[in-house]
């Protein structure tokens, strides 16, 4: 079955400790990207790759991190959490020749 | 960079009732724009997407609709049921190219249908 698979679903965190979020698509799409999601601000992305070792910040970029050694794994990393990124993240990967976007579950991030 | 504006943030209707949700872009390059759905507590799913060369398309009870030069689109549900309550994305992103992937998604509305 194609699917994109984000661990943990629920994470709740104390400020400064190092978190990774993983996401793994088995769909060998080039493309994928990071998202959070706050009410009334819609799904911001926070950084996108296009291919293996090739990423590039989004709109929301500070205080994450991000690699792509693998074309099937794209994690993000929070080295220092603090509480303003308590959120709802999604992964996502794309289709390029439909441009449809594959999200993951979600994670619901709690920094305290 | 693209600005997505989503119009309204919530919208609630009866059943049988249609829905109209309206998006805004910037970005006069952007030739591709999604609708997503998230029922409450689920991932987005798209429902429906419209290219630039397209002006209209439908499929069953939803439609989309684009007006290029207005930068413009619209999502319109037909005969609203329950189910279709959820919150509904817009998105907007030039397909094709270096800025392939970054979708620039609007606020979001909350549509409720009540039976």
């Known amino acids: 079955e194609a699917q994109v698979t984000q661990n943990p679903r629920y994470l709740i965190t104390v400020t400064g400790k190092k978190l990774t979020v993983t996401c793994s698509q088995n769909?060998?799409?080039?493309?994928m990207s990071w998202y959070r999601q706050d009410p009334g601000l819609g799904l911001r992305q926070i950084y996108y790759s296009m291919n293996v070792e090739v990423t590039d910040k989004g709109d929301v970029p500070e205080g994450y991190k991000v690699s792509r050694k693998e074309k099937r794994n794209f994690p993000l990393i929070l080295e220092s959490p603090s509480p303003n990124q308590t959120s709802l993240y999604f992964c996502?990967?794309?289709?390029?020749?439909?441009?449809?976007?594959?999200f993951g579950q979600g994670t619901r991030l709690t920094v305290v | 960079g693209e600005n997505v504006e989503q119009h309204p943030s919530t919208l609630s209707v009866q059943e049988g009732d249609s829905a109209v949700i309206k998006c805004t872009y910037s970005d006069s390059a952007s030739n591709y724009f999604p609708w997503y759905k998230q029922e409450l507590g689920k991932r987005p799913q798209l429902i429906i997407d419209?290219?630039?060369?397209?002006g209209e398309k439908k499929d069953q009870r939803i439609a989309v609709t684009l007006n290029k030069t207005a930068k413009h689109f619209s999502l319109h549900i037909t005969e609203t049921q329950p189910e279709d309550s959820a919150v509904y994305f817009c998105?907007?992103?030039?397909?094709?190219?270096?800025?392939?992937?970054?979708?620039?998604f609007g606020q979001g509305t909350i549509l409720t249908v009540h039976p």
């Open positions: 996502a990967s794309f289709d390029k020749s439909n441009t449809e976007a594959f």
């Open positions: 419209i290219r630039s060369n397209v």
């Open positions: 769909m060998n799409h080039e493309y």
């Open positions: 998105a907007a992103s030039r397909a094709g190219g270096t800025s392939y992937g970054k979708l620039t």
